[in-house]
């Protein structure tokens, strides 16, 4: 009998594990080909676990990005430390993500005991290698790995090497989703992290780390070719509200083009956003607040 030739035999779980900033979701994005996760210069910008999916010939790899790992003090920062750590258990593979234009950080230390106690297998993985070559050295003797790389998530440079290597350590395995599924969230989780990327794009200070985005509407006219999507940015004083819409509304029309933009490309449909800005007095503290913005701590 005819066998298809991309029949999943192998297949595995690799969480992308490392400081804020190491460029973590950069590299899933490099390996999906796609914009799945959203990026930034600013530490802390991945605040959820996120699945994504890459068939390769007989194997099916299911990629787990994660928030950067830092001790905060903040309800919010616990929950994203608990979201990278609770994935160590489970996976068959870990990245440890390293910054290779930097020395190793107490964060890196606190990854790499964690790592330990888990006993996952662990591919270090020195990043940002287009701007200092062979830095890996500084972070060898963290722990022990099963292999070294030394890459450029922004320029795939020896991501194609990383990538056999991650394939070449799979086992036996189901197709746990389906070959056209490229991740576990969906579209409005992706559309209310696009939004929160402009955020983190055009606005300085606290004012990132005070946003949460929510979907509130999302309606779909396919004879037109569109969607019409409403949505809230949630900051946590009047001030950061005033900052967000900008002169004159000048801000918000920015960040409202520039998510349009990149919706557009994802869904492939015109999109009409319309954005509002809300003030949720200190819900980065509030447990309540945080499950209604989706970082509830029974998401693990
Ligand atoms: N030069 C250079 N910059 C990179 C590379 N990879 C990522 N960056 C940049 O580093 C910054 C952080 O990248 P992210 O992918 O958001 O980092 P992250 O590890 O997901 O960060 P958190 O979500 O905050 O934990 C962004 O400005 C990226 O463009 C790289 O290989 N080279
Ligand atoms: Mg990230």
């Known amino acids: 009998m005819h066998t298809p030739p991309n029949r999943i035999t192998r297949s595995g779980f690799i969480a992308i594990i ?3 900033n190491a460029g ?4 899933l994005n490099m390996i999906l080909g796609e914009k799945l996760v959203i990026t930034s210069s600013k530490p802390q910008t991945t ?3 996120i699945t994504g999916v890459l068939n390769r010939g ?3 790899l299911v990629f787990i990005d ?3 790992v830092h001790e905060g003090e903040k309800l919010i920062n616990k929950y994203m430390a608990g979201q990278a750590f ?3 258990g489970e996976v068959d593979l870990v990245l440890f993500m390293v910054d290779g234009s930097q020395d190793a950080t107490d964060d890196d230390r606190l990854i790499a005991q964690k790592l330990k106690e888990t006993g996952s297998p662990v591919f270090l993985v020195v990043n940002k290698c287009d701007r200092k070559e062979g830095r890996a050295v500084n972070f060898a003797g963290l722990m022990q790995f099963e292999g070294i790389f030394e890459i ?3 320029t795939g440079k020896n991501v194609a090497d990383l990538l056999e290597a991650v394939t070449a350590r799979m086992g036996e395995g189901p197709e746990y989703y389906p070959d056209d599924a490229l991740t576990d969230r969906p579209e409005r989780f992706i559309a209310a992290e696009y939004i929160r990327e402009k955020v983190f794009d055009l606005t300085g200070e606290e004012i990132p780390y005070s946003v949460a985005v929510t979907v509130d509407m999302w309606e779909e006219r396919e004879e037109k070719n569109l969607a019409v999507i409403h949505a809230t940015i ?3 004083r009047d001030s950061q509200k005033a900052i967000v819409i900008g002169k004159g509304g000048a801000l918000i029309k920015e960040i409202g083009k520039k998510a349009r933009e990149d919706l557009e490309k994802l869904l492939g449909v015109r999109v009409f956003l319309d954005l509002h800005v809300g003030v949720e007095k200190n819900w980065t503290k509030d447990p309540k607040k945080l499950e209604q913005f989706g970082y509830s701590a029974r998401d693990k």
């Open 24 to 27: 973590k979701s950069t590299l």
């Open 152 to 154: 450029s998530a922004l």
């Open 58 to 60: 007989d194997c099916q």
């Open 234 to 236: 949630h900051v946590e």
């Open 86 to 88: 609770s994935t160590l």
């Open 18 to 20: 490392g400081r804020p």
């Open 66 to 68: 994660t928030p950067g």
């Open 47 to 49: 605040r959820n676990r």
